[in-house]
T-cell receptor, first 116, second 114 residues
Framework: AQTVTQSQPEMSVQEAETVTLSCTYDTSENNYYLFWYKQPPSRQMILVIRQEAYKQQNATENRFSVNFQKAAKSFSLKISDSQLGDTAMYFCAFMNYGGATNKLIFGTGTLLAVQP | EPEVTQTPSHQVTQMGQEVILRCVPISNHLYFYWYRQILGQKVEFLVSFYNNEISEKSEIFDDQFSVERPDGSNFTLKIRSTKLEDSAMYFC????????????FGDGTRLSIL
């Protein structure tokens, strides 16, 4: 069974600085997808970024980028130029390729606080 | 941008009662999901639904739970004979066709069992 681990329960960063959130996962599959979702206090889960495991190039989305290390099964999220609106719980999630469904397996989350 | 909508935002129910949580997925999506998040814990998969039938369910999704798509727009989660431990945030999500499509989540329904 796949598992997702986020070892940092809480992190803090100053506004305009850069922060990296860690995520590791365990799977015996070769093809899969990885996601980062953001859950602000308003509680809606918002997709931040998506990575296909068969692509070596790291995904980027404006100030958000990932460092995908397939051999190490690591998928960290870097947030550049942090903004107050980035304050949220961040969840790393795994989706198996070609499974019965596209269910997501989530990590326990990292609570990020951006300080003014 | 299209959104997944969930109602109600908060539901308070006496233990033993039945509740129905409602979701309107994004209109051209064909895959629908329910997830649960107990306070302070991670988000857990409950069930996925495609082509008017359950495609996968977790061990949490026992006979107490059922899902239905009663019409072309709504997707519901019914919990019978609720227990205290059913108290949680319930999220509905939907996705389009194609492998690896991201899931779009609703705001969630906070279910409180008294």
């Amino acid at each position: 069974a796949q598992t997702v681990t986020q070892s940092q329960p809480e992190m803090s960063v100053q506004e305009a600085e850069t922060v990296t959130l860690s995520c590791t996962y365990d799977t015996s599959e070769n093809n899969y997808y990885l996601f980062w979702y953001k859950q602000p206090p308003s509680r809606q889960m918002i997709l931040v970024i998506r990575q296909e495991a068969y692509k070596q190039q790291n995904a980027t989305e404006n100030r958000f980028s990932v460092n995908f290390q397939k051999a190490a099964k690591s998928f960290s999220l870097k947030i550049s130029d942090s903004q107050l609106g980035d304050t949220a719980m961040y969840f790393c999630a795994f989706m198996n390729y070609g499974g019965a469904t596209n269910k997501l397996i989530f990590g326990t989350g990292t609570l990020l606080a951006v300080q003014p | 941008e299209p959104e997944v909508t969930q109602t109600p935002s908060h539901q308070v129910t006496q233990m033993g009662q039945e509740v129905i949580l409602r979701c309107v997925p994004i209109s051209n999506h064909l895959y629908f999901y329910w997830y649960r998040q107990i306070l302070g814990q991670k988000v857990e998969f409950l069930v996925s639904f495609y082509n008017n039938e359950i495609s996968e369910k977790s061990e949490i999704f026992d006979d107490q739970f059922s899902v239905e798509r009663p019409d072309g727009s709504n997707f519901t989660l019914k919990i019978r004979s609720t227990k205290l431990e059913d108290s949680a945030m319930y999220f509905c999500a939907s996705s389009g066709t194609g492998v690896g499509q991201p899931q779009h989540f609703g705001d969630g329904t906070r279910l409180s069992i008294l």
